[in-house]
């Protein structure tokens, strides 16, 4: 089982760049069923798309792959044509937050946004304008969601990533990829693994996914990556004290972090006092999740709280 993209999800890219192209042709390499893109400057074309299949996604598929990827002028026209489902948006800043509305006006149910850099201020007219809508949004400014063996939607190296049976959720790139490697190394393997990103306006947040993989029958336990900056991880410990029925483990970053300073994400920073580090490890504690005290040991962490 997974959350949110399985083998028979459709994907369509927004904005076909260079970063587009790139990581469009790794997610085809995965086995992902890419169906369209949107561009405004190249609709009515095509874009083909060819090289050696990454084994480590779908078993048994051919060695080489040859994909011929229709190019629309919208969202709306690629949905009618390809029955595409779910969205990753590469759209540059300034039109990032108009690409995630036109998805969601066009009924796609996922929109995964890749894009760091877009301002606050749009994303909090965007996160008002889904409010009333089914469209779920992943990011921006996230790795993206991947379904080992399944579906890749972002710029996660796949090779890492192998079936089995954690749920991984984080707020930063590239400790969700230390997580996963951890975990396909003790023979854990992962469910699904989701970026959230670390923007302070976001989508999907920590209790969304939490929900998820607790209502997933095949996810045992879950790794939850969190840092500094905000209240996230202190409203996740709250669901996970009342809700959560499976065993967590967690790793905040950022405990060496000066107040005043931002670390890396825009929402990694610590103002007023709120959002150490200490006060989200505490929080976690409390709630019975097992924290691990650095990075390296997330997956002993994983496995303590599992009961090995």
């Known amino acids: 089982m997974s959350v949110l993209i399985d083998k028979d999800t459709r994907v369509l890219v927004q904005g076909l760049g260079r970063t587009g192209t790139f990581h469009t042709d790794k997610a085809i390499a995965y086995g992902t069923q890419m169906v369209a893109a949107v561009h405004p400057t190249k609709k009515d074309t095509t874009e083909v798309f060819t090289g050696e299949t990454d ?5 048994g598929r051919d ?6 990827l229709p190019i629309f002028g919208s969202v709306a026209d690629a949905v009618a044509a390809t029955g595409a489902d779910a969205s990753v948006v590469y759209v540059p800043p300034p039109f990032a937050a108009d690409a995630i509305m036109e998805a969601a006006d066009a009924g796609i149910e996922l929109v995964v946004c890749i894009t760091e850099g877009i301002p606050v201020a749009d994303m909090v007219v965007v996160k008002r304008y889904l409010q009333d809508r089914p469209t779920r949004l992943v990011g921006p400014n ?6 080992p063996a399944q579906c890749k939607i972002g710029i996660m190296p796949g090779y890492i990533h192998t079936p089995g ?3 991984v959720v984080s707020r930063s790139g590239t400790l969700t990829y230390e ?11 992962q469910t699904t693994a989701i970026g959230i990103g670390g923007d302070p306006v ?3 947040n920590f209790v969304d996914a939490l929900r998820l993989f607790n209502d997933d029958p095949e996810t045992e336990g879950v790794i939850m990556i969190g840092e500094i900056g905000g209240t996230a991880e202190e ?3 709250a669901c996970i004290a009342e809700h959560m029925t499976k065993p967590v483990a967690g790793f905040i970053a950022g405990t060496t972090a000066p107040p005043g300073k931002r670390m890396g994400h825009a929402g990694a920073i610590i103002s007023g006092g709120k959002g150490t580090a200490e006060a989200k490890i505490a929080a976690l504690r409390e709630a019975g999740v097992v924290v691990a005290p650095t990075p390296t040991d997330m997956g002993t962490a ?3 709280a599992l009961g090995g």
Request: aromatic share 2%; charged share 15%; net charge negative.
């Open 202 to 204: 976001n989508g999907t």
């Open 302 to 304: 994983m496995m303590e």
């Open 235 to 237: 409203e996740a410990a």
């Open 179 to 189: 997580a996963v490697h951890q975990l396909t190394q003790i023979g854990l393997g």
């Open 63 to 68: 060695d080489t792959y040859e994909v011929e």
């Open 55 to 59: 084994h480590s996604g779908v078993p």
């Open 165 to 167: 049976r954690i749920g």
């Open 142 to 147: 996230c790795p993206g969601v991947i379904t």
